[in-house]
């Protein structure tokens, strides 16, 4: 008898055991869970740049610009960025300008490896290789130059060259000169070239 009771109670010991083990089971699966989530849980991926402003694009395109029937320009270039925002400005690369007199006549000549303009077309900034041919015969050259309409001035912060019709080469640093080239003048490091200065200016060609 003491045999079986023994039994008895060893059986009551296991049952109770695997009651424990099964109403803790859950618990440790679901830490065990938990824990393993928090050791593959990846972290959000973040941009290390700004997103860009939305734009529009056009490949080889001409535009121009209109004062009633007066035709004031014409641009040329094989691309075009047209920014979205408040600003609208538009990128160009290259830059192809003509610009017409009040007959629409080509009168002058612009080429750049780039170019921007405002909104309102109503000025530019254009850069690399920068070249101006008037049909004067005046030629420009520089590494940038921008001209805005509404003060009619063209400028530059770079050398500049210039080459009047004459056959003068001036140069210097920085430009401040009407859209007309009636007057300008450089800002700095001034030298230039003047064939038969002497000739010309006994016959007042100068």
């Known amino acids: 008898m003491k045999c079986g009771t023994q039994r008895i109670d060893g059986r009551a010991k296991n049952t109770n055991r695997i009651a424990w083990w099964c109403a803790l089971a859950p618990a440790v699966l679901i830490v065990m869970l938990f824990w393993t989530g928090c050791g593959q849980k990846e972290s959000v991926p973040q941009s290390g740049e700004e997103v860009p402003e939305p734009y529009q694009e056009f490949g080889s395109s001409t535009l121009f610009l209109y004062s009633g029937m007066h035709k004031l320009w014409r641009l040329e270039s094989d691309y075009m960025r047209k920014s979205l925002s408040d600003t609208a400005k538009m990128l160009v690369v290259p830059v192809r300008l003509i610009l017409y007199d009040t007959v629409n006549t080509s009168r002058t000549r612009v080429f750049a490896d780039s170019g921007h303009t405002t909104a309102a077309k109503d000025s530019f900034y254009i850069w690399g290789n920068v070249y101006v041919h008037r049909g004067d015969g005046l030629k420009i050259r520089s590494e940038s130059l921008w001209w805005d309409q509404q003060r009619h001035k063209i400028g530059s ?24 080239f009636s007057t300008w003048r450089f800002l700095s490091s001034v030298e230039g070239e003047f064939p ?5 200016a006994e016959s007042d060609e100068l």
């Open 157 to 180: 912060s770079d050398f500049v060259e210039i080459i009047t019709p004459q056959g003068d080469i001036m140069r210097g640093k920085g430009l401040d000169a009407t859209e007309t």
């Open 196 to 200: 038969n200065f002497r000739e010309r």
